[in-house]
């Protein structure tokens, strides 16, 4: 029998038994898109820790007092351990590797303008400050190096606390805020980031110079971390081991002495956030292909019970001249029918999916092209490999026996 | 007349477990071209096993069988399948008609495994087979919505519609009440004088009778061959059964 004609066969028999056939497509159908949500979730939320981190900065580096193997981060403890704009000009004047380096000091409290009050952070960072965290000034200017050092009572406001104290979208450049009872001049507004990977709202900030946030609010004069950017991704170990170097020597840290500082950059946080999100992509993949797997064999199932109702037909058509490929064809084809069906209407359900879970999420969740080839090819080859054996039993049937049965 | 089949010396065995089955113990059966024959013996004596091989479904364990000149006791199943297609029609007692599928497919069936056949001679071919056995206004019609007879004559007109050399009956009216068995009876008397070689299987008496030939079988061996004198005709004797009650 000629190819068209064993489709149409095939059809015809999937068109007889319309119920079973859709059941039997089911479990494709769920395996398919499972997969493909799934691998789509996987991706999409990789893709959004990525932009996360790429928001907090530019091949970041930031230093931060204390060591780790000492238990946990200690800021400022001790007189030793403290950063200082010292170490901040070392790192400016002897790391090749690092572009731009500023202090930042922080602190909470309530931001108030006039009724309105909002609790809040401010960050004191010098005039590379924004350059270093990715941030964009949308109205205003940043703060220039002279404000920067001459402790100014100037400020840039992130979006939400310009929200909650202007109101939505109001530009409150040149307007006074006051924090902790401090005026600061507004002298720009900055770019909406959003939340980062832990979920805090990164644009609920205000920044200063580092100067002011030290002197007028905290009353210190040490600084809380460096943040620097290297050069480019690629230099971001080249500079973090300048670094090193560097505030090794003006800490005057012996051979043998371990770090007083921890240096991370953000290559490392990158690497880890996304190794967990590959691993959970791989684990609700794996757990999507075997649903794939119980699909396929459920098709072998029903294709056994198919072969054995049918066992009469089989006879009738060997004894009218269906050879052995004929029989086992059409029942291949029948197979591979129902597993690319399935697999079609799989694959239109996770797009689908995927659609809802982006909606809800607001993930940049994107389908994968190679999942979607690769769920058509597997359900290719689920429909050979588990309509084969069925297929074979029908066509190795003697014609004689196979007309006898009852 | 030359002869469609020629079989000399055929032996049938069939091994179940340690035993072993003499179903043909040495037949020798020569049909020729135009013949009706009749198969008749008791259960068991070995008329399906004679007609299956006959028909390429079997092959013997020894002996000759030449069919329309080739020797076909020796093919390959792939060449036996095809044998069937071109010269075999088979007629079933249990009609064995594929469910939800139409008269006209079920008749087309056969030539759907010859490649050389197109879609549209096939559709001629088959309307015309079901034209011959009287069922052109049932062509659209499932088999569960037929009687018993026509869906043995839709069984007939499959086994037509590839012309075969030799259209071949086991028990083709046993299903079927006495006037329905006499109308098909009819129907093969109706082939058989167009030329058609026909063997066919059967224990009723009357029914043999409607034949040019009976041969009977018994324990394998094949103990009387008679030409038959005075052969009736299945459109007379519906006439004379009684008229049913409406
Ligand atoms: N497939 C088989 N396996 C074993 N024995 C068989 C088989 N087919 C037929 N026989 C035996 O061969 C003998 C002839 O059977 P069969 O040709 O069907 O008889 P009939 O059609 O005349 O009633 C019987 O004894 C039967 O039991
Ligand atoms: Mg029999």
Same mark, same amino acid.
């Given at each position: ?232 991704a690629e230099e971001s ?170 | ?12 065995d069939y091994h179940v ?135 043995? +004559? ?8 590839? %012309?075969?050399?030799? &259209?071949?009956? !086991? @028990?083709?009216?046993?299903? $079927? ?31 043999? +009778? ?8 018994? %324990?394998?061996?094949? &103990?009387?061959? !008679? @030409?038959?004198?005075?052969? $009736?005709?299945?459109?007379e004797m519906i006439k ?7």
């Open positions: 029998m000629n190819l068209g004609n064993l489709i149409k066969v095939a059809i015809n028999a999937l068109k007889r038994n319309k119920m079973r056939s859709f059941l039997t497509m089911l479990g494709i159908i769920i395996g398919v898109a499972s997969v493909i949500t799934m691998l789509a979730i996987g991706q999409g939320s990789r893709k959004s820790i990525q932009d996360q981190i790429a928001s907090m900065g530019s091949n970041m580096l930031f230093v931060m007092p204390g060591n780790m193997r000492m238990g946990g981060v200690q800021q400022g403890s001790s007189g030793s351990q403290r950063l200082t704009v010292g170490d901040v000009n070392a790192v400016r004047t002897e790391c090749d590797a690092v572009i731009a380096v500023s202090p930042e000091v922080r602190s909470s409290g309530q931001a108030v303008y006039g009724n309105s009050n909002w609790p809040t952070t401010i960050y004191g960072g010098g005039e590379e400050y924004l350059e270093i965290k990715s941030w964009k000034v949308v109205s205003g200017r940043n703060i220039t190096d002279s404000e920067a050092k001459g402790s100014a009572k100037v400020c840039l406001v992130g979006r939400t606390v310009a929200d909650e104290l202007f109101g939505e979208g109001v530009d409150p450049t040149g307007e006074t805020v006051r924090f902790k009872n401090i005026p600061f001049k507004i002298i720009g507004v900055l770019g909406e980031k959003g939340q980062n990977s832990f979920g805090q709202d990164q644009d609920d900030v205000l920044i200063a110079p580092y100067t002011t946030v030290q002197k007028r609010i905290l009353a210190q004069t040490h600084i809380q971390s460096i943040q620097m950017s290297a050069r480019s170990a080249l500079a973090q081991t300048q670094v090193e170097e560097v505030l090794r020597r003006t800490h005057k840290l012996r051979e043998d002495e371990d770090n007083d500082f921890m240096i991370r950059t953000q290559e490392e946080l990158s690497t880890t956030m996304t190794s967990v999100t590959e691993i959970l992509t791989i684990l609700l993949g794996a757990i999507a292909g075997i649903s794939l797997l119980v699909g396929g064999i459920g098709i072998m199932n029903i294709m056994y019970v198919s072969v054995t109702e049918r066992t009469r037909e089989i006879g009738l058509r060997m004894s009218i001249g269906g050879r052995g490929v004929d029989i086992l064809l059409q029942f291949l084809i029948e197979s591979i029918l129902l597993s690319v069906f399935g697999g079609l209407i799989g694959i239109l359900l996770g797009f689908g999916a995927s659609a809802i879970v982006e909606a809800l999420t607001s993930w940049p969740i994107s389908v994968m092209w190679g999942s979607v080839i690769l769920a058509f090819a597997v359900c290719t080859v689920i429909g050979v490999f588990f309509g084969w054996y069925p297929a074979r039993r029908a066509s190795s049937l003697d014609p004689i026996d196979a007309l006898r049965f009852e | 007349m030359k002869a469609i089949i020629d079989i000399k010396s055929l032996k049938k477990g340690e035993v072993t089955v003499h179903a043909l113990r040495g037949v020798d059966l020569e049909i020729r071209q135009g013949e009706f024959v009749a198969i008749m013996g008791a259960s068991g004596s070995g008329k399906s096993t004679m007609l299956n091989i006959i028909g390429c479904l079997d092959r013997p364990t020894e002996g000759t069988y030449l069919l329309d000149g080739v020797d076909v006791a020796s093919m390959s199943k792939n060449e036996s399948a095809m044998i069937r297609n071109l010269k075999i029609g088979f007629v079933f007692q249990s009609y064995n008609l594929l469910s939800r599928t139409s008269a006209l497919e079920n008749v087309e069936l056969p030539l759907m495994y010859n490649p050389i056949i197109k879609a549209r001679e096939r559709r001629e071919r088959a309307i015309a087979a079901l034209e011959a056995v009287g069922l052109a206004d049932r062509m659209g019609h499932m088999p569960n919505q037929l009687s018993g007879g026509q869906q043995q +004559r839709v069984a007939i007109a499959r086994s037509l519609v590839n %012309d075969p050399v030799v &259209i071949l009956a !086991d @028990e083709a009216t046993g299903n $079927l009440d006495t006037r329905t068995s006499y109308e098909i009876m009819a129907l093969f008397q109706e082939l058989n004088l167009k030329g058609k070689t026909i063997v066919f299987v059967t224990h009723e008496p009357d029914i043999a +009778r409607c034949m040019t030939r009976s041969v009977v079988f018994r %324990d394998g061996h094949i &103990i009387r061959e !008679d @030409e038959i004198s005075n052969r $009736l005709y299945a459109a004379a059964l009684p008229v049913e009650e409406e």
